[in-house]
């Protein structure tokens, strides 16, 4: 059982370039999750998702766009990458019970230059 | 303005020694509360996690929390500190008024001394 899993785990970056991230999950999640993860902030929500073909902002959605168009499927896009965006970006998925337990992804590091 | 505070961005103890890591909130209402410990290079691990009942939470590898609503907080305990809990710490809540964005505080990262 894979749980999460984010590819590519390492990227770097021009300024300007443009990437897409992806989030698997095999465990029938409702819910998804992307956050990014810097020195001495802990981890930020970028945007969610409740379901399949829905999105949503979180706390900190400029510069990103997402996409769930399969349920086990969450992508994180940059259409334009700046050096503010290097960072750890974490997925995560929970079931719609609530209970809110976040399963995590083991990251992937991005570097724009 | 809500947020998650955890005041010690280091600490350090000797292995064998306690361990206690705080975490204090700002919501109205007692939001959903949870730890999660991160490894070197590694995604984010639930420790345990409060929704209401008994204010003293056992979670896994021997750690323990505590509620304390009249401080709003919710302190991370271990008796015993190992070589293997050197790692960073995060307070992690859901505010009452969204049942699915979880918050982090900026975490505490625990080092071991031999």
């Known amino acids: 059982n894979a749980g999460v899993t984010q590819t590519p785990k390492f990227r770097v970056l021009k300024t300007g370039q443009s990437m897409t991230l992806l989030c698997a999950q095999d465990?029938?999640?409702?819910?998804m999750y992307w956050y990014r993860q810097d020195p001495g902030m802990g981890l930020r929500l970028i945007h969610y998702?409740?379901?399949?073909?829905?999105?949503a902002k979180g706390e900190v959605p400029d510069g990103y766009n997402v996409s769930r168009l399969k349920k086990q499927n969450f992508l994180l896009g940059l259409e334009s990458a700046a050096p503010s965006q290097t960072s750890v970006y974490f997925c995560?998925?929970?079931?719609?019970?609530?209970?809110?337990?976040?399963?995590f992804g083991a990251g992937s590091r991005l570097t724009v230059l | 303005a809500q947020s998650v505070t955890q005041p010690d961005i280091h600490i350090t103890v000797s292995e064998g020694a306690s361990l206690e890591l705080r975490c204090n909130y700002s919501y109205g209402a007692t939001p959903y509360l949870f730890w999660y410990v991160q490894s070197p290079g590694q995604g984010l691990q639930l420790l345990l996690k409060y929704f209401s009942g008994d204010t003293l939470v056992q979670g896994i590898k021997g750690f323990e929390a505590e509620f304390k609503r009249s401080q709003s907080s919710f302190n991370l305990r271990k008796p015993s500190v190992h070589w293997s809990d050197a790692a960073e710490y995060f307070c992690a809540v859901v505010p009452m008024d969204s049942s699915y964005k979880l918050i982090f505080g900026s975490g505490t990262r625990l080092l071991v001394r031999p």
């Open positions: 465990m029938n999640h409702e819910y």
């Open positions: 995560a998925s929970s079931p719609v019970s609530g209970a809110n337990v976040l399963t």
């Open positions: 998702s409740v379901g399949e073909g829905t999105t």
